[in-house]
């Protein structure tokens, strides 16, 4: 519940598959390390991810490398890091899904809490609600307006089932009683 909680709040952070003898460990890191990203390359989290590696391999005297492993929301690379050796070279650069997954899928063969130690935060973005400059638009109350005169007619973009964006707006859909189409990315 804490680590779901952390990655709802700050919706980007470095987690570990960690355990006694990662921690035990005097000489970490004697080898390269892995971040798995869970999302495709050249997305926003892949970009963060790559942003911070050179530092972090600086800091730790050691190469880091990025390994984008998408799909299925996510839970692939999730589920890769969760399986890894306890040892601390194979990280995860954690997103919201993370915390939204276990309500979407009835069962996973990982868990979260169990199966992974939150080293720190990496970034904290907000949702934006942006519309195209052609739309005779300029509030959200204007948008719910519009929105309700054109039931199912309009499009919305997220990142994908279960993301942040995705959620937030099927949250406003309900809240202002609208259709819209969603077209995941």
Do not use: C, W
Not at 153 to 179: C, D, V
């Amino acid at each position: 519940m804490k680590l779901q909680k952390a990655t709802r709040r700050f919706g980007v952070a470095l987690l570990a598959a960690v355990a006694g003898a990662a921690l035990a460990q005097t000489d970490y890191p004697n080898r390269p390390v892995r971040i798995v990203v869970p999302s495709s390359p050249g997305g926003g989290t892949d970009i963060l991810t790559r942003l911070l590696t050179p530092r972090l391999s600086e800091r730790l005297g050691q190469q880091v490398v990025v390994d984008n492993r998408p799909g299925a929301g996510s839970i692939i690379g999730n589920e890769m890091v969760a399986k890894a050796p306890r040892d601390g070279y194979t990280l995860l650069m954690g997103i919201s899904t993370l915390a939204i997954l276990p309500s979407m899928h009835k069962k996973l063969s990982y868990d979260a809490v169990r199966d992974l130690a939150p080293i720190t935060q990496a970034i904290s973005a907000p949702n934006v609600l942006v519309v195209h400059p052609s739309l005779p638009v300029r509030s959200v109350k204007e948008l719910i307006a519009f929105a309700h005169k054109r039931p199912g007619e309009l499009n919305y973009a997220s990142a994908g089932l279960g993301t942040n964006p995705h959620l937030s707006m099927e949250l406003l859909l309900s809240l202002a009683k609208l259709r819209m189409v969603h077209i995941a990315y």
